[in-house]
């Protein structure tokens, strides 16, 4: 699986947005600042959160943008999801839609398997969670196996 730099910029802007104390709206540019994020680029990922339901803009002086639901209501896999379309898939086709022949015919249940794990974790972390360096019990053991953080 691979993150796009779109989806790892979305997902930290609702992070920083997730993080603000009160509940004025946060302007994109100190967005921008905060995560280092180039600041265009940003309009672009914001604009789709917000047709998403994501979150929400605020014109004028006192404008911004601020989250449209609770910060533990809106999953990781949401933000993907928004920016970036469906979280596995294969040649841009989703793996129900998929079929082979021969030796590569036991592919799509290991495409399936993988679109399962990948919802497991990323619909089972919520901004909040990440926010406040609070993971899953789930999530955080994964990361304590001892090639977790090796590069093949």
């Known amino acids: 699986m691979r993150i796009s730099a779109r989806a790892d910029y979305a997902v930290r802007a ?18 921008a600042d905060a995560q280092d994020i180039p600041h265009k680029f940003l309009e672009s990922i914001l604009n ?3 047709r998403g339901g994501l979150v929400l803009s605020q014109r004028g002086g ?6 449209a639901r609770p910060a533990d209501r809106i999953s ?3 933000v ?3 920016v970036d379309g469906p979280l596995v898939s294969v040649r841009g086709v ?14 799509l249940p290991l495409w399936i398997a993988l679109r399962s794990n990948v919802r497991e974790i990323l619909d089972g972390v919520s901004l909040a969670d990440v926010a ?4 899953p019990a789930g999530v955080s053991a994964l990361t304590e196996a001892p090639d977790a953080w090796v590069n093949p």
């Open 14 to 31: 609702a992070l920083q947005l997730a993080a603000s104390r009160d509940d004025e709206p946060l302007k994109a540019e100190a967005i």
């Open 48 to 50: 789709d959160m917000r």
């Open 62 to 67: 006192n404008g911004g943008y601020r989250l």
């Open 76 to 78: 990781i896999a949401d």
């Open 80 to 82: 993907i999801r928004v």
């Open 94 to 107: 989703r793996p129900p839609e998929l079929s082979y022949s021969g030796p590569a015919e036991s592919l």
């Open 132 to 135: 406040s360096a609070r993971l």
